[in-house]
C-alpha cells in the first residue's frame, strides 16, 4: 500500500503527534518516498479535495476522537481513500472509521507529580517499525 500510494499524507491530531509522523516521513525520504504533512484539520480538508483512492492518509490520534475531523473522514471514506489510523491501544471513533490501524501503548512517567505523563516513545517505535518493515521488504525483493 505505501509502496504503490500516489500521494502518501500524514496528520496528526496534536502536536507531539505531529512531531513524530514528522520523523517518520523524513525516515521515508531515504527511500525516495515524500509524505506530505497535513497540520491542521482545515488543511485535512482542504487537502481532501485533492486526495484519489490512489493516496494513502495516515492519521495519529493519541484518544481516537474524531469530532473535529469527523465529515472529512467520513467524506474520504465514501470516496476511498486508504486510510491508516494509529492511535492508542482502546476502542475509539477512529480506529472504526480506518480500514487499516495500528495501534500503541502509552506510557507513563510520573503520576505522584501530577504531570502530563504521556510518553509518545511506543507511537515513535511503532512508526520506526513500519518504516524498517517497507525499507527490509523491499530490500530483500
Not at 506530505?36 to 482542504?46: A, Q, R
Request: hydrophobic content about 40%; overall charge positive.
Amino acid at each position: 500500500m505505501i509502496h504503490n500510494a500516489k500521494n502518501i499524507y500524514a496528520y496528526g491530531t496534536g502536536q507531539g503527534q505531529r512531531l513524530m509522523l514528522q520523523e517518520f516521513a523524513r525516515c521515508f525520504l531515504n527511500v525516495n518516498k515524500n509524505i506530505i504533512m497535513v497540520p491542521t484539520s482545515t488543511e485535512l480538508k482542504i487537502t481532501k479535495k485533492y486526495m484519489s483512492d490512489k493516496d494513502l492518509l495516515f492519521i495519529a490520534s493519541w484518544s481516537g476522537k474524531i469530532e473535529k475531523y469527523q465529515e472529512t473522514l467520513v467524506n474520504l471514506d465514501v470516496l476511498g481513500i486508504p486510510m491508516i489510523s494509529i492511535t492508542n491501544l482502546n476502542n475509539n471513533e477512529l480506529s472504526r472509521i480506518t480500514k487499516y490501524n495500528l495501534y500503541f501503548q502509552s506510557t507513563s512517567i510520573d503520576k505522584d507529580m501530577n504531570i502530563n505523563d504521556s510518553s509518545y516513545l511506543t507511537l515513535h517505535l511503532i512508526l520506526h517499525l513500519l518504516y524498517d518493515g517497507y525499507t527490509n521488504y523491499f530490500t530483500l525483493k
